[in-house]
């Protein structure tokens, strides 16, 4: 087996791996969409590029918006295979993080680990979660720590536009409070995918899966996430998981459940 035929058959099962796990997803018809368009979209620009017709170059940063708990991880890691397997990005890494894992003790932390995390993650992608908080509001002379992290990825995500993707992820209007901050940073994001909460029959599904790989079975459980899960009407995604183990445990002590919280 050749260097070749190993790369391609790395490519089609990452390729694969990116199929499947967009196709696994529950509900997220939009953002399944946004995800085809994107994939076609990349196919068409390497075609492009590979007759030599002129292509201009692009950012391929994107901003995710949303509640938490609506698939956005899980899009975040569909997108770094489905680049790597294209052949965009070397590698299909997916480095995660946030404010709390790049400001440190001292101002110059921030600065200093957010240049070490996108360094480490040349040639990957990193999803940037909880993108809302970067920068601290109420602050007597603004954030600087938030600020610092700023100034060192704006730089970066146009410098190493060809070489690196950069994933941010979080509520819409904090997303958009961030964004305004700086215009470079705005400008950096060209493409926006908005994530909704889960319909009811969509979080029953989500909570089966989950009851389902523990010890009680989805038949059983049944009743009683239909029950919480239109209980919680209204609420964003972030507490299927809950909501799953708690069908679980009200099954296997056979108790009538009382309401989730």
């Known amino acids: 087996t050749t260097d070749a035929q190993r790369a391609a058959a790395s ?3 990452l390729l694969a791996t990116a199929e499947g ?6 509900g997220l018809s939009e953002v399944k969409a946004r995800l085809a368009r994107l994939r076609s979209d990349s196919i068409a620009r390497i075609i492009r590029q590979r007759k030599g017709i002129p292509t201009p170059a ?7 918006v949303g509640p938490p708990g609506v698939g956005k991880t899980v899009s975040a890691r569909t997108i770094a295979n489905m680049f790597c397997g294209l052949g965009i990005l070397p590698r299909a890494d997916l480095y995660e993080t946030k404010r709390s894992k790049l400001v440190g003790r001292h101002l110059g932390d921030a ?10 993650a040349l040639g990957a992608t990193v999803f940037l979660d909880e993108f809302g908080g970067l920068v601290q509001t109420g602050l007597s002379g603004g954030d600087a ?5 700023i100034d060192t990825l704006v730089p970066w995500m146009e ?8 994933i941010a992820a979080g509520y819409p209007r904090a997303c958009q409070r961030v964004l305004e901050v700086d215009q470079g940073l705005l400008s950096r994001f060209k493409t ?20 389902s790989s523990g ?23 972030a507490g299927y998981r809950h909501l799953g183990q708690w069908a679980v445990r009200a099954q296997t002590d056979r108790k009538r459940p009382s309401r989730p919280q």
């Open 192 to 211: 926006t995918i908005e994530f909704h909460s889960y319909t009811p029959d969509e979080l029953i599904q989500l909570a089966q899966h989950f009851a």
């Open 111 to 120: 600065e200093n680990n957010t240049r070490e995390l996108l360094e480490a």
């Open 11 to 13: 490519a089609k099962t």
């Open 159 to 166: 410098n190493e536009r060809d070489n690196s993707v950069i």
């Open 58 to 64: 692009v950012s391929r940063h994107i901003l995710m």
């Open 21 to 26: 796990d967009m196709a696994g997803m529950v």
């Open 215 to 237: 010890t009680g079975s989805a038949r059983t459980v049944h009743p009683l996430l239909h029950s919480g899960v239109h209980q919680r009407r209204g609420r964003p995604g």
């Open 145 to 149: 720590y938030g600020q610092a992290i």
